[in-house]
Nanobody, 117 residues
Framework: QVQLVESGGGLVQAGGSLRLSCAASGSIFSIASMGWYRQAAGKQRELVATITSGGRTNYADSVKGRFTISRDNAKNTVYLQMNSLKSEDTSVYYC???????????WGKGTLVTVSS
């Protein structure tokens, strides 16, 4: 089992910045990738950014150039630095971890990001 705990959400004005954190615990030794997804009200959950254990990153086109995903392996934590936030970034952001050994995706409970225009 893998437990994921997000933090860092909140209310920010358009153009501002926030940093989300996701701390992983449990059976973390075979986590192949971690990432962030988001789900706005009435919409499907969508990929924001992912990072593999080797550091390879992938971003949704809508956040490229504004968001940066990173990880601290010593702290078992992944971060999402969000800059130049827009009202359309308002969503619940979920941390995800893919455990290669179990072939299972794990999810955090989510953290709300609200961008006011």
């Amino acid at each position: 089992q893998v437990q994921l705990v997000e933090s860092g959400g909140g209310l920010v004005q358009a153009g501002g910045s926030l940093r989300l954190s996701c701390a992983a615990s449990g059976s973390i030794f075979s986590i192949a990738s971690m990432g962030w997804y988001r789900q706005a009200a009435g919409k499907q959950r969508e990929l924001v950014a992912t990072i593999t254990s080797g550091g390879r990153t992938n971003y949704a086109d809508s956040v490229k150039g504004r968001f940066t995903i990173s990880r601290d392996n010593a702290k078992n934590t992944v971060y999402l630095q969000m800059n130049s936030l827009k009202s359309e970034d308002t969503s619940v952001y979920y941390c995800n971890a893919f455990h290669a050994g179990y072939g299972t995706n794990y999810w955090g409970k989510g953290t709300l990001v609200t961008v006011s225009s």
